[in-house]
Structure formats: C-alpha cells, structure tokens
C-alpha cells in the first residue's frame, strides 16, 4: 500500500541553524501538506501545497519556514533559523484531489529537537 | 475560538470494554468533513474515518462505529470490546468547505489518550 515517507525520523539541531525535513508523497497524489504537533498537544495545520504554489498557510508559517517541491518526488520544509520553539514533531500529509473532502495521509514524522 | 474539542483528556478502560470517544465542533460552514485519526505509542498519524456533514447516517466497521449528529454538532467513536493494541491518542479532526476554496486545511482537536489494560 501506498505511504507517506519521511526523512529523517530524528533531527537534533543547535538554535540558529537551519534544517531541511523531507518527505515523498504518494505518488499519484497532488496536494501536500506540513503540519507540526508540539510534544503533548494537538497536530496543527503548517501550510498546504499544490501546482509548485503554497495555497493556504497559518500563522505559525512565518518567514523562516519555507516549503519547495524541488524534483517530482520529494517535497521539503526549510526552517531556516531554528528557534528552541521549533521543537515538534513535523507531519507532511497528501491527498490525491485537494479540498475539503479529500482525505489526508500522513508520514511517520520527523522529530526536531532543537538545543 | 476552538473549533474542534475533544473534551475528555484521558480514558482507562480493561480490555474487552467498550469506550466512546467524544468530538464536538464548531463551524459556520454548511459543507465540511470529519475526520477520525488514531496516533499509536510509535507516533504515526492513521486515517480512520471520515464523514461528511450530509450524511448523517451512523456506520459502524468491525469494532469501530461513529454517531455523527449536525443538531448536537457531534462526531463520537465508539470502540467495541476494545483491545491492548487500540492504546493511542485519538484525534478528531474538521475540514470546512470554506464556499469550496479550501484546500483542505484540518483543524485537529486536543486529542484523546486511550489506554486499554489487560
């Protein structure tokens, strides 16, 4: 069956670093999506992601995030100075069609550690 | 405001009970999406459900079932004769029509732990 994967399971970084997570959709899917859940709290929405343009994004999505579908397969978030805040588990999810209606399939995550 | 509020934090349950887990949302829209997600001890996010706010009619998968009521704003689980292996955080989750713009943003609850015991 078809999944979500994403690289690397672990991140550990210093504070001001940057950090590249990545993740491989499925395959036949054209919607993608970043979420991040803080240890112990609920999974919130990142920024949405569709024809090589962000389509929706939150407030936590801010100038130090970016997103990038560098090739077909892979698409990856940028934090590009990492905060002690960044801290989370990041989820990239993707959905075939997009919208409301469409169900979203998750990665294992990544987990960032920031010191 | 919270959209999405799962107010019970923690479940104990012995094996072989059955427990509901309880959603209520909140929206302005008139066309949106559930969703049900189950976040086992490994941390992964697994598709469970989803349903969609015309239909109503209640389902029930195996051990699963889900009691979908618009008037009470309503989306509730239900595992029958749970088992170990149900132990995970269970996660409702909204995604509103937005008039048909969105692309799909969900908006997730606090989350549900669930421990089953032997």
């Known amino acids: 069956e078809p999944e979500v994967t994403q690289t690397p399971s672990h991140q550990v970084t210093q504070m001001g670093q940057e950090v590249i997570l990545r993740c491989v959709p499925i395959?036949?899917?054209?919607?993608f999506y970043w979420y991040r859940q803080i240890l112990g709290q609920k999974v919130e929405f990142l920024v949405s992601f569709y024809n090589n343009e962000i389509s929706e994004k939150s407030e936590i999505f801010d100038d130090q995030f970016s997103v990038e579908r560098p090739d077909g397969s892979n698409f990856t978030l940028k934090i590009r100075s990492t905060k002690l805040e960044d801290s989370a588990m990041y989820f990239c999810?993707?959905?075939?069609?997009?919208?409301?209606?469409?169900?979203?399939?998750f990665g294992p995550g990544t987990r960032l550690t920031v010191l | 405001a919270q959209k999405v509020t799962q107010a019970q934090t923690e479940i104990s349950v012995v094996e072989k009970e059955d427990v509901t887990l309880d959603c209520v949302y909140e929206?302005?829209?008139?066309?949106?999406?559930l969703f049900w997600y189950k976040q086992p001890p490994s941390g992964e996010l697994v598709f469970l459900i989803r349903r969609n706010s015309f239909d109503e009619q209640n389902e029930i998968s195996g051990r699963y079932s889900w009691n979908f009521q618009k008037s009470t704003s309503s989306f509730n689980f239900t595992i029958t004769a749970s088992q170990v292996v149900d132990s995970a955080v269970y996660f409702c989750a909204l995604s509103e029509g937005v008039g048909g713009t969105s692309y799909g943003k969900l908006t997730f609850g606090q989350g549900t732990i669930l421990t089953v015991h032997p």
């Open positions: 929206t302005r829209d008139t066309t949106y999406y």
């Open positions: 999810a993707s959905s075939e069609s997009g919208g409301y209606t469409d169900t979203q399939y």
């Open positions: 395959s036949n899917h054209l919607y």
